[in-house]
């Protein structure tokens, strides 16, 4: 939490379907409590007991959401859970999730991490078929669309395939049925999904670090464009129509969205994030005494760098645990003053030392400078900037919160001119190429579309007028 000019990921989503007559809304909420850093503006639970669908949901952290009397209230042998950070959609309670609706077959409950890149389109022809939309979120677009095929079709399953036709952009999705807990990852699977078995019964999560933390076992990833079906009779498999072998995991799960503890695709993040920084000290080696990494999602690339280059690591930055969801603070300058009260630097580790900060990313680079500054303040020779993921040239249009290229500096900067700005001695970045062999071990190739302008899917109009302009393409032509 707390995180400063960082992106913001969407979503965590989890799922359970007991045998065993687990507390499933127990179970969500632990395993929610560890998806928190994927969003932190709301958070809810849906169960299902005996075919009724029942469901709590608020704005706040897991934590603020629930208490124990919430959650014996919310019993039953199945349980979705999320946990939000709104990219489209306003930040209101009614665009909270899981959404619960009524609909001819009965009710169905679904949590979405991702984003609908032609969620308006297809939102513009249901009205005008007369459909009636409640809130300002992608999801119920997906909900209206399974709702529409499902009166054509003899089962829940088909209405989702048809419906994943239609659908542009990154989905995972968990959903709740009378009889199934459904689990469903678009064509690319450029948001991660997986499976896991707790005694004989069976989970789904964003990521593994919510299994580890109910000791539930990790079975194995939801392959893209997979529809994963768990009802009375056991488990299932389906895939969507017309899916090809091309796959587009966002590398930025890697980089930084995900927990250091997950595995995702059969790669580390852990190890993919010392290896970034590895690759990083190759491209940009630098004569230094010590290596400092921002924390968290900066310290493991640090590690890396300096085992690459024989330099001592060091902790040299102190975060403040306590500073929470300093994020939400609206303008700019409320950020750039809460940056020193998230860190403070140790002087007993940079006064007089030639210092390489490491971090995973800069955004605005608001916060950086303020690192910078805190370090030469606090005695340091020389801080060398090396930063563990490309510059970021392009908005993201798959749940992500970087729809404004203004606010990315690399977007309008030369990588000089941002040196200069961030007051670093030196800067140096890892390659598009370095980045993408980083997760060594993962099975899927990735989505770098915001820092090369390749989108995995088409993009429409509006979207590409986003996406490219004059200035991105010359700042680009200069990096490359
Ligand atoms: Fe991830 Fe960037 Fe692709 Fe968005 S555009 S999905 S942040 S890699």
Not at 230 to 259: P, Q, T, W
Request: with cysteine.
């Amino acid at each position: 939490m707390g995180r400063l000019d960082k992106l913001k990921e969407e979503c965590g989503v989890f799922g359970i379907y007991s045998y065993d007559g687990h507390d499933v809304s127990g179970l969500a909420y632990c395993a929610l409590f560890a998806l928190q850093h994927r969003g932190q503006e709301s958070a809810g639970i849906a169960v299902n007991n005996a075919g009724m669908i029942g469901s709590f949901k608020n704005m706040g952290l897991v934590s603020e959401v629930f208490d124990t009397s919430i959650l014996s209230i919310l019993q039953g042998q199945s349980a979705i859970g999320h946990v939000r950070y709104s990219t489209t959609g306003d930040s209101l309670k009614e665009n909270a999730q899981p959404m619960v609706v009524k609909y001819r077959n009965g009710q169905i409950a679904l949590g979405h991490n991702g984003n609908i890149t032609n969620a308006r389109q297809i939102r513009d022809e249901l009205e005008d078929q007369g459909l009636l939309f409640q809130t300002t979120s992608d999801t119920e677009v997906i909900l209206s669309l399974i709702s529409k095929h499902r009166l054509k079709t003899d089962n829940v399953i088909q209405a989702i395939k048809l419906t994943a036709n239609h659908l542009v952009g990154s989905f995972s999705l968990v959903l709740l049925t009378e009889h199934n807990l459904i689990g469903v990852r678009d064509p690319l699977g450029i948001r991660p999904l997986c499976l896991g078995k707790l005694d004989n019964s069976y989970v789904l999560a964003s990521e593994s670090c919510a299994l580890d933390s109910i000791n539930a076992d990790f079975v194995r990833d939801i392959e893209p464009g997979e529809i994963i079906v768990i009802n009375k009779d056991g488990i299932e498999s389906f895939f969507m129509d017309g899916i090809s072998e091309k796959s587009r995991l966002c590398i930025f799960e890697h980089v930084y969205f995900a927990r250091p503890d997950s595995i995702i695709d059969g790669a580390s993040v852990y190890e993919s994030r010392r290896e970034a920084g590895r690759l990083l000290a190759i491209e940009h080696p630098v004569d230094a005494d010590v290596v400092m990494g921002v924390p968290d999602s900066g310290l493991a690339a640090a590690m890396g760098f300096a085992d690459q280059l024989g330099i001592r690591y060091g902790h040299g930055l102190l975060k403040n645990r306590y500073v929470a969801r300093t994020f939400i603070q609206p303008g700019q300058n409320k950020r750039e003053n809460s940056v020193s009260l998230k860190y403070n630097a140790m002087k007993a580790v940079v006064t007089g030392k030639r210092v390489v900060m490491v971090d995973d990313s800069i955004v605005r680079g608001t916060t950086i400078i303020k690192i910078i500054e805190m370090l030469k303040r606090a005695g340091a020779k020389e801080v060398h900037m090396r930063v563990s993921s490309p510059p970021l040239l392009h908005p993201c249009f798959y749940g992500v919160d970087i729809s404004k290229r203004e606010e990315l500096i690399a977007a309008s900067h030369s990588i000089e001119e941002i040196r200069q700005i961030i007051g670093a001695d030196s800067l140096g970045y890892l390659s598009v190429e370095g980045l993408r062999s980083s997760p060594k071990e993962s099975k899927l190739e990735f989505c770098t579309a915001c820092l090369n302008g390749e989108y995995p899917t088409e993009l429409s109009e509006k979207h590409k007028k986003q996406a490219f302009c004059e200035v991105a393409k010359v700042e680009m032509e200069e990096l490359l």
